[in-house]
T-cell receptor, first 112, second 111 residues
Framework: NAGVTQTPKFQVLKTGQSMTLQCAQDMNHNSMYWYRQDPGMGLRLIYY???????DKGEVPNGYNVSRLNKREFSLRLESAAPSQTSVYFC???????????FGDGTRLSIL | DAKTTQPPSMDCAEGRAANLPCNHSTISGNEYVYWYRQIHSQGPQYIIH???NNETNEMASLIITEDRKSSTLILPHATLRDTAVYYCIVSIKAAGNKLTFGGGTRVLVKP
């Protein structure tokens, strides 16, 4: 069982470049989430999608856009990367709103 | 969302029970208590959750006080692989189940 798959695992960007982080889940979950984790900190929610066709802002949405492509896939886009966006990005999914979230292994993103 | 307070760190002897406290004095009636852990820099792993009653699964037990203002996660027989950061989270009852991760408790299981 793959669970939640994130690609790429590592990426280095230059300031101003754009990039899309991909996330796919094979558990037929309705809800999907994007978090970032800065060194020594807890995770912070960027965007979430409660169900296919809907997306909403989380705690730190500025500088990001998301697309819920279908039930399986939820992508996160950085239009113009900034050094402050250097972080580890985690995607998660859950069956329904109050069910536990399952996390991917993360994408480690460095912006120079 | 209700805020949670956890000790920043604690040590535990291998084979002994680990009791991790969490304060959530402003929790509302429809908020669940969730516990996750994060080993090294891996993605967080779900452990257990509850609303009012105590819960037990193959990983841990969750004890919630009657007034729901605090809870304790119990790892019955800690192993070295349980060394991790443990997060206590209360979640609002709304679409999206947004989790707010605080600083967590860094648990070190020692031989």
């Amino acid at each position: 069982n793959a669970g939640v798959t994130q690609t790429p695992k590592f990426q280095v960007l230059k300031t101003g470049q754009s990039m899309t982080l991909q996330c796919a889940q094979d558990m037929n979950h309705n809800s999907m989430y994007w978090y970032r984790q800065d060194p020594g900190m807890g995770l912070r929610l960027i965007y979430y999608s409660a169900s296919e066709g809907t997306t909403d802002k989380g705690e730190v949405p500025n500088g990001y856009n998301v697309s819920r492509l279908n039930k399986r896939e939820f992508s996160l886009r950085l239009e113009s990367a900034a050094p402050s966006q250097t972080s580890v990005y985690f995607c998660a999914s859950s069956a329904e709103w109050h069910q536990p979230q399952h996390f991917g292994d993360g994408t480690r993103l460095s912006i120079l | 969302d209700a805020k949670t307070t956890q000790p920043p760190s604690m040590d535990c002897a291998e084979g002994r029970a680990a009791n991790l406290p969490c304060n959530h004095s402003t929790i509302s009636g429809n908020e669940y208590v969730y516990w996750y852990r994060q080993i090294h820099s891996q993605g967080p792993q779900y452990i257990i959750h509850g609303l009012k009653n105590n819960e037990t699964n193959e990983m841990a037990s969750l004890i919630i006080t009657e007034d729901r203002k605090s809870s304790t996660l119990i790892l019955p027989h800690a192993t070295l692989r349980d060394t991790a950061v443990y997060y206590c989270i209360v979640s609002i009852k709304a679409a999206g189940n947004k989790l707010t991760f605080g600083g967590g408790t860094r648990v070190l299981v020692k031989p």
